[in-house]
């Protein structure tokens, strides 16, 4: 090293790159952060010090057609407590007040513990106003204390409704997985009905509060004043075509009964009456569910929780006699000048099938007038399993309706393949098709296609597939937005429909098996139905429309343990037809509160 | 010699204006990262009386005779050694590490002082007379002079600080002419040291280059057996020390030689830190606007992380000023080591330019990203009387030098 003198400039030099260097990379350092990755900071630090607080919005509200409320919202209170601020002292005190076990507080605090102490739990959803009220007196002996106003569903309303409006529940893991970009852990969802198939109209969006807080999760004030904030958005209110009148008539009739009633306008396919017996109290769903409110549902024997409006399986009984009378007038089998012979049953091989009445010589028209069962073992055998099973999942059978919620059977209408699938080819009993034709065998339907059966009846063959919805007002707008149903006509001729319309007819205001729900003011064609039930006492059926002549109801209802339909089935269903067609009704399009809505949101659109 | 009094020829603004200016933006982020907060609002005040206090002390240093230092040297440094030694004995334990003396309200950091003793020890020892800098026993004691402190502080435990004396020890050794022999022999055993830290592997590396070097010096089988057992030695004792430090110690080490081993302790000091930084962009949030400052994410921002705060509140444009300022400082007190009438004086420039830029370097460096997280105050901007008031004496010591660089002795 020929440089060794003490300070030279070589060594000053060098010291000097090294300050110079050392500046020159923070500088490049300093670029790279603050200018070429600020976005990536800036984000990470906001995630960091910014943090959004979720306010849930509230549901939208379910009407009936003429806009009566069936499902609303209303203010709960729940109680919270922030673990920082808490002294566990005052535990018992609060959990006297709450009418809750002791330890009870302790051991919500002790499952939350992974989080932050800054953030307040939940701890009592659905508080009395009573325990608001005690709160407020005391609230500066409470640190760590204080509740929040949230909604939840309110089923005050008269109606009952549980299997079509169903419920909501905590999102699911699974569930959460597959949604993830619109759901977030603890959120409600549709879970059954209703509040399922038009949960993305219901539910609204949520609003969100920017707080900033410090390293600890403490708040510590609002992020630039609000300016980012978004309030919940109330989700769309739903206009059902339930009409509330005859859903609370249906409702009262079967209390203590089980079955089911759909009512349907047959020239639209709107629902107006849902049941489905027993039902269960959807208050008890509206807050978080306890696990003794589903077992006791779950165990109860009557099976509250099943729908048996879309998904039991019945045997139509006499109800379908109109399945094969269609078929064999469509296919020209038989006309009105056809006539069978009942002598109190048909022998077939070596069995004998009983009518429950020596009729005599029998028309098509008095075969259903008069529910004449060997007509239809005849009739059965002329017609043939091939049309006979076309023309009953022409008229809607073996398949499901696609009504508008998701519970729903397809039922079963045996076929040819069926019977070959079961007995081997063309090796099958042919009494087999004795039974099916009169509504018995392996044929099983649901009381909502038997309800679409009577719409199809009534209307001639054309009406839409059954539904709820007949619109929703978008909150934003305050627009409201119909939902077209969907057509369909099965193509059976008028000619035929008015035999059979004109027998239905007979049925009730004839000499007929329904008589006793005759009404001299509203016309009601019917058929009364028997179902054999295997596990004890028949089912009794009625179905029907009304007024025949230009019919605006058409109704299946099912009783169940009943026995005859006439007797036990036919009322209920006179009674729903009454309170749904004789009630004051000038139908205004657009009612007082509807139009109010729509105006506001006119002007704020224009402001 | 004809003497100019001009105020310029007398004190040289040119270091003192760009110190002040720092001191300045140092009380603007204290003010801003303390103001809020529910136990360090005071610091603000506290630290504008450090400021007045530091600065009269400067005007004293600063007016003294020339000959002053040389005759306060050892006493000086003696006093040094003997603080540190209490330090260790009766000290106060702030974060983990013994470093604080108090007496009263008042404490302060014994370290802060050894660096002036120091860098005045050195300075006169290897100045003294015709000292022979590449003679072996020379070095030696030079060596002794500047890691007698940093053993002790080793001890306290505070590593930057160790770290600062080494820095300064070896700058002042290569400042006197140290050949290429003479920096291997001291530098080696630090890199072989330093090997040893990453494993077994790269331990023997280092010492088998040891041995490669010593064969290109040529030098005698004697002094190179004594240069090899020396770097043996120094790995050995160091790794005897890393035992017996602190476990929040080993972490940081541990924490640079792998940083994603300990994202929420040290590391999370470094992440949250580079947040604020970079989040900055080019203006800044403002004064008193940044999130990651007033929402405390940072803790203790006002000591070691104030570069954070300015990062933050005045972006890429303040940060940078900052940087200027500092370089404009240490060009200056480079320039200035030339000016020194003798090289007693030259040395103390150096000392002083040494632990400047050793702070500035590893505090920039931590606030960065760019090196681990080793706790040392930047000069003139952290809060801190100790450190402020160390650094004022040793400019007011640079000044007169400055003064009386045209004055015979």
Known sequence: MNDSSFGSSLRARIIFAIIVGFFCISVLQLFNMQILQEKTYSTKANENSVKPIYQIAPRGVLYDRNHNILVGNKPTFTLRITPAEYDKKLSPYIETILGVQPGYIDRILKQTQQYSRYIPRRIARDIPFKVIAWYEENASRLPGVDYVIETQRDYSYGVIGSHMFGYTKEISADLLQKKKNKYMMGDEIGFVGIEKTYEDFLRGEKGIQYVLVDSRQKIISSYKNGKHDKPAIKGYDLILSIDKDAQMVAESLFVDKRGAVVAIEPSTGEILAFLSSPQYDLSEFATVTSSDVWRKLNLDENRPLFNRATMSMYSPGSTFKMVSALAALEEGIIDTNYRAYCGGGFQFGDRFFKCLHVHGSVDVITSIEKSCNTFYYQLALKIGIDKWSEYAKKLGFGKKTGVDISEESPGIVPTREYYDKVFGKDRWPKGILVSLGIGQGELSVTPIQLAQYAALIANYGKTAKPHFLKGYIETKTGKYIEIKPEYFDIGISKKSFDIVRRAMFRVVNGAGTATNIRMPDIEIAGKTGTAQNPHGKDHAIFIGFAPYKNPKIAIAVIVENAGFGSVNAAPIARDIIKAYLKKDKIKIEKPAYLSALVNSGKNKSEN | ?409
């Open chain 2, 1 to 409: 010699m004809k003497i100019d009094y001009k105020l310029n020829d007398k004190f040289d603004l040119m270091i003192f204006i760009p110190a002040i200016i720092l001191i300045a933006i140092g009380l603007v982020a204290i003010y801003s990262s303390t103001a809020n907060h529910p136990t360090a609002s005071g610091n603000f005040l506290k630290q504008v009386f450090f400021v007045l206090v530091s600065l009269i002390i400067f005007l004293i240093i600063y007016s003294l005779p020339q000959q002053t230092f040389k005759k306060f040297t050892i006493p000086f440094y003696a006093a040094s050694i003997f603080l540190l030694v209490l330090v260790l004995v009766i000290g106060k334990s702030v974060y983990g590490s013994k470093s604080w003396l108090d007496f009263g309200p008042i404490g302060f950091q014994p370290s802060e002082f050894a660096k002036i003793g120091t860098i005045l020890a050195l300075s006169y020892w290897l100045t003294y007379k015709d000292r022979d800098i590449n003679n072996i026993p020379d070095i030696g004691i030079a060596l002794i002079i500047g890691f007698v402190p940093v053993l002790l502080i080793l001890l306290e435990p505070d590593t930057g600080t160790a770290i600062v004396f080494a820095i300064i020890t070896l700058s002042l050794i290569y400042w006197s002419g140290i050949s290429l022999f003479g920096l291997f022999v001291v530098l080696s055993p630090g890199i072989v040291t330093l090997a040893s830290l990453f494993g077994t592997f790269t331990f023997a590396l280092s010492l088998a280059g040891v041995v490669i070097a010593l064969f290109l010096f040529k030098r005698d089988i004697f002094n190179s057996i004594v240069v090899f057992v020396m770097n043996l030695g120094a790995s050995f004792f160091f790794d005897y020390v890393y035992k017996i430090l602190k476990p929040h110690q080993q972490k940081r080490i541990a924490a640079f030689l792998d940083p994603s081993a300990d994202p929420l302790g040290s590391g999370y000091n470094a992440l949250q830190a580079k947040l604020a930084i970079g989040s900055g962009g080019l203006f800044g949030k403002g004064f008193m606007q940044g999130n990651q400052t007033q929402l405390r994410f940072i803790p203790e921002q006002w000591t070691d992380f104030i570069y954070c705060v300015i990062g933050e509140e005045f972006g890429f444009l303040g940060s940078i000023i900052v940087l200027i300022l500092f370089l404009i400082i240490f060009i200056r007190l480079l320039k200035l080591s030339s000016l020194a009438k003798d090289k007693f004086s030259a040395l103390i420039i150096i000392g002083f330019l040494s632990l400047l830029f050793s702070h500035f370097a590893i505090n920039i460096g931590m606030n960065l990203g760019l090196t681990p997280v080793i706790g040392l105050p930047l000069p003139f901007l952290s809060y801190g009387g100790s450190s402020l008031l160390s650094n004022m004496i040793l400019l007011g010591i640079v000044l007169n030098i400055y003064r009386n660089r045209k004055l015979h002795t």
